[in-house]
């Protein structure tokens, strides 16, 4: 089994849709968790942390359930420019050694 | 004038030969990485290094060398490529909490 999972994908929204991507991980021991967009050929770049208490910002929202080991992406009104792979990650804690990264999901929003 | 820069950004090669990807940033941080991305496949962790003199192994070290020269550099090394290491190869940073990581703009290698 993997160390973080996501939804297969891909996914294709109309514009103005709202999708969820969610993300299960593995260890329970894990403490940070955040989510990435990567637009194709391009560097993964941070979206948003995911707080225990659940985030919010603008159309987006991340949801974190520790006693069920997943995490959520929430889009509203979905944008042409969503369009991307969503990359879910999660570190073991602030000073670990490194972060494990999904294998992504891919989100297409169409006119 | 990116925070972290890759080069060379794209490099084909060929079987055997040895291949350097250097990295260097300027956002004064202490932990770099080098990742590896195939299709389908995500991110892997090859190495990384939380200070000059602090080399570790990731997730697939295997035929991959690092050299950490300074705090801004960060190099990997094949030191006989093969095709199956052929992929979008990706340095990155973080300070010292380690949160955000910051990638380069990756480095397509491919190994004929």
């Known amino acids: 089994r993997k160390e973080v999972e996501q939804d297969p994908g891909p996914f294709n929204v109309p514009e103005g849709a709202t999708v969820a991507f969610n993300c299960t991980y593995s260890n329970s021991a894990s403490q940070s968790f955040f989510w990435y967009r990567q637009d194709c050929r391009k560097e993964p770049k941070l979206l948003m942390s995911v707080y225990s208490s659940g985030n919010e910002d603008g159309r987006f929202t991340a949801q974190l359930n520790r006693a069920s080991q997943y995490i959520s992406l929430l889009i509203r009104d979905s944008k042409l420019s969503d369009s991307a792979t969503y990359l879910c990650v999660v570190k073991l804690g602030t000073n670990a050694g490194k972060s494990t990264f999904g294998d992504g999901t891919t989100l297409t929003v169409k006119p | 004038d990116a925070d972290v820069t890759q080069t060379p950004r794209n490099r084909i090669t060929k079987t055997g030969k040895r291949i350097m990807l250097e990295c260097s940033q300027t956002?004064?941080?202490?932990?770099m990485y080098w990742y590896r991305q195939d299709p389908g496949l995500g991110l892997r962790l090859i190495y990384y290094?939380?200070?000059?003199?602090?080399?570790n192994k990731g997730e697939i070290s295997d035929g991959y060398s690092v050299s950490r020269q300074a705090q801004a550099k960060f190099s990997l090394s094949l030191e006989s490529a093969i095709p199956n290491q052929t992929a979008l190869y990706f340095c990155?940073?973080?300070?010292?909490?380690?949160?955000?990581?910051?990638f380069g703009e990756g480095s397509w290698l491919t190994v004929v």
């Open positions: 956002k004064g941080h202490d932990r």
């Open positions: 990155a940073t973080s300070g010292t909490g380690g949160n955000t990581i910051y």
């Open positions: 290094s939380f200070d000059v003199k602090d080399i």
